[in-house]
């Protein structure tokens, strides 16, 4: 029996790497798009090997058209087709506020969270989809509590991006409901990984509900349970990993 194929956008770190780490230990097997890291990537790929499941690193840029399709194409060439996707790949930019943010950085946010996570689900969609000949699956988008909260002081730009994650979601889970394809979003909280900026976790971590930022781990758990056949009846949702924030 073939095993499932999860393809991850942003899987060397944080929350994408410890999804793939899960994945690789639940019976996937596991393609890792990441954008310049290769030892990160690289380190990612051992674990799920490791675990007994085939992987591979594929360098590409997720706000580009053409390097996602081609992460789409090597990825099932390498390991079969793509049954499940993950979108963590993402950017913050520099903290300001909205009137003291540059162009290029609003820019930048937009074009990978909101523009390539939109290409990237078409790609989905266009693979997965029954009425397009594919043979179904699931996907999870990664957006953010910043789509809630609004991101004030710090990146509106984000938040709104996220925001735009949220609403891709819904659409397109609507629209490709009888077609075998899940869609779903998780929304992180504060969570300790590299994308936080130099002592933030702490400043923030007095302030939070459950008096501590969330591990990658926590956020992976959800979205592994959101890709595995459990979640077979939730479609179109955003399940906060937030601690009450």
Not at 123 to 145: F, N, W
Not at 154 to 161: G, K, L, M, R, T
């Amino acid at each position: 029996m073939s095993r499932p194929v999860l393809l991850i956008a942003g899987g060397s770190r944080g929350i994408g790497a410890a999804c793939a780490r899960f994945a690789g230990q639940r019976g996937y097997d596991v393609a890792i798009v990441y954008k310049s890291n290769a030892n990160a990537a690289a380190s990612v790929v051992d674990a799920v090997k490791a675990a007994g499941g085939k992987s591979v690193a594929i360098a590409a840029d997720m706000a580009n058209e053409a390097d996602i399709v081609r992460a789409f194409d090597e990825a099932a060439k390498a390991l079969g087709p793509v049954t499940h996707f993950v979108h963590c790949a993402g950017v913050v930019g520099d903290a300001s506020r909205l009137d003291a943010a540059s162009t290029e950085t609003i820019r930048e946010v937009l074009d990978v969270n909101t523009f390539g996570g939109l290409l990237c689900l078409r790609e989905c969609v266009r693979r997965m989809s029954t009425k397009s000949g594919g043979k179904g699956g699931a996907v999870v988008m990664l957006s953010s509590m910043a789509a809630t909260i609004g991101g004030g002081g710090e990146c509106v730009w984000y938040a709104a991006a996220k925001a735009g994650v949220d609403a891709m979601v819904v659409g397109a889970a609507r629209e490709v409901a009888k077609e075998g394809v899940r869609i779903n979003a998780v929304s992180p909280g504060v969570i300790d990984t590299d994308i936080q900026p130099p002592g933030r976790v702490e400043r923030l971590t007095p302030l939070l509900p459950a008096g501590r930022a969330g591990q990658a781990s926590e956020v992976a758990e959800a979205i592994l349970f959101l890709l595995s056949d459990a979640a077979s009846y939730i479609n179109g949702a955003n399940l906060r990993v937030s601690g009450a924030r």
